[in-house]
């Protein structure tokens, strides 16, 4: 199970932290409304930070092995499954 969550929060690093260094706002938890309205680039690093350290400590608590294909199968489920939803919920917030 912490597997599949490290992908999820490895995925959720990406954007936060690329619209944080490029100087964008993007939606996080800590907008209002939260996920809809615009954060700081500032807080998207922070965010995103965040995310990369949870992602990295439960990767390494999975403690799998390279020829665990049942554990990197569902790793790269948790990136897809959350890398999916983002695209969904975030193709809107330059409509808004």
Known sequence: MAIFF?????????PHFVQGISGNKFPSPFAKPPGKGLSSPLVNVL???F??????ILFIASNIDAGNYLAWFIFFAGIMA?????SIHFS?????
Not at 8 to 14: I, K, Q, S
Not at 51 to 56: A, P, Q, R, Y
Not at 92 to 96: A, F, G, L
């Open 92 to 96: 809107s917030k330059d409509k808004e």
């Open 82 to 86: 959350i890398s999916i939803q983002c």
């Open 6 to 14: 490290s992908g999820v929060f490895l995925a959720n690093f990406v």
């Open 51 to 56: 995310n990369l350290l949870i992602g990295f």
């Open 47 to 49: 965010w995103g930070g």
